[in-house]
């Protein structure tokens, strides 16, 4: 019988050597992982980072040019990963079912999801639109949700995958003007837990991400509006400066790894301590 205080399969000291040697990504070539909002930012950083490890893409996006001039940058860096570009809003339910359907007709399985897509959402909540609300509920949350049950499904039927929803430090720390982003994202830190509880012995592990700020086009987009200040989110945070999508990608590689299997149900922060410091 099994000895149930022990793994099925212990993580190996020669799995650690390999993560020292600079070898450590090699369980993830060949396999399927699906990106949500890969145009972009952050979604696009992982997809370079999966890239290179050489698994295979199935990329989600709403704006098709951008998701089209991302792969074309992908195919360039790495011909021979197989990619599948879809356009598809996250906060549709039927579409992101029929996008997930095809990427089990191309390759027959999901084994990781990187539940990504994601919009900013500033406002005065008084003044804030039950119209706004309900978009950043679907996109930030419900979309989500419509992600990790088909991912989920599918993985559970093929007998385990990985699963990383990208919350945010704003899911943890509040922030004025934020109410539906801050909102969304600490839904969707509880989210992971509830879904990591539940499906762990089913073999799926599920993970979030908080990230602080990041210099992408999110946060572009806010300082063009005069809605923040680089100078002063630099001097805010304990690093002195913005994170790099490519920061965020490295966790999200290191998560979605083996060497992360006993990490469950997890809110992962990478805000250059941001969120450690109360501010005087
Ligand atoms: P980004 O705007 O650069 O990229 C987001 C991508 O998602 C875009 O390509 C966009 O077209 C796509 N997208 C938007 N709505 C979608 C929908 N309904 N369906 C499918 N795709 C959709 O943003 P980013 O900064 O890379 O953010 C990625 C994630 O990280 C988001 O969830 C965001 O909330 C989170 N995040 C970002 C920061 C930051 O400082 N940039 C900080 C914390 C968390």
Redo the contacts with the bound molecule.
């Keep these: 019988s099994r000895d149930a205080s022990f793994p099925d399969a212990p993580y190996s000291i020669e799995a650690l050597q390999a993560l020292a040697r600079g070898q450590g990504f090699a369980g993830l070539r060949d396999k399927v992982v699906l990106i ?10 992982m997809a370079h980072a999966f890239s290179a490890c050489g698994a295979r893409l199935a990329l ?4 098709g040019a ?2 089209e001039a ?1 792969a074309g940058r992908l195919r360039a860096a790495a011909p021979q990963v197989p990619i599948l570009a879809q356009v ?5 339910q039927p579409a992101v079912e029929r996008a997930f359907e095809a990427v089990e007709q191309a390759w027959g399985r999901v084994d990781v999801l990187l539940n ?5 959402m500033n406002c005065p909540t008084l003044e804030l639109s039950g119209e706004a609300w309900r978009k950043a509920v ?3 949350l419900n ?1 989500v949700f419509y992600c990790a049950q088909a991912a989920a499904r599918r993985m559970v039927a093929r007998g385990g995958g990985v699963i990383l929803n ?5 899911g943890v720390v509040a922030a004025p003007e934020r109410a539906a ?1 801050c909102a969304t ?1 600490a839904a969707v830190a509880m989210l992971s837990k509830s879904l990591a509880i539940e499906w762990g012995p089913l073999g799926v592990r599920v993970n979030a ?11 572009d ?1 806010l300082v063009a509006r005069g809605r923040m200040d680089l100078d002063a989110l630099a001097r805010r945070t304990p690093s002195g400066r ?2 790099t ?1 490519e920061e ?1 990608a490295a966790l999200g590689l290191f998560l979605a790894s083996d060497h992360a299997a006993f990490i469950n149900g997890h809110v992962a922060l990478a ?1 250059g301590g941001w969120s450690a410091y109360s501010y005087i």
């Design positions: 949500t909002g890969a145009a972009s930012g952050i979604g696009l950083a989600l996006d709403v704006d951008a998701l991302a598809a809003a996250v906060d549709e990504n897509a994601g919009i900013s679907d996109v930030n979309g990208m919350a945010s430090m704003y982003y994202k991400i908080a990230p602080g700020y990041v210099r992408t086009a999110l946060v987009d913005l994170g999508p965020i805000d």
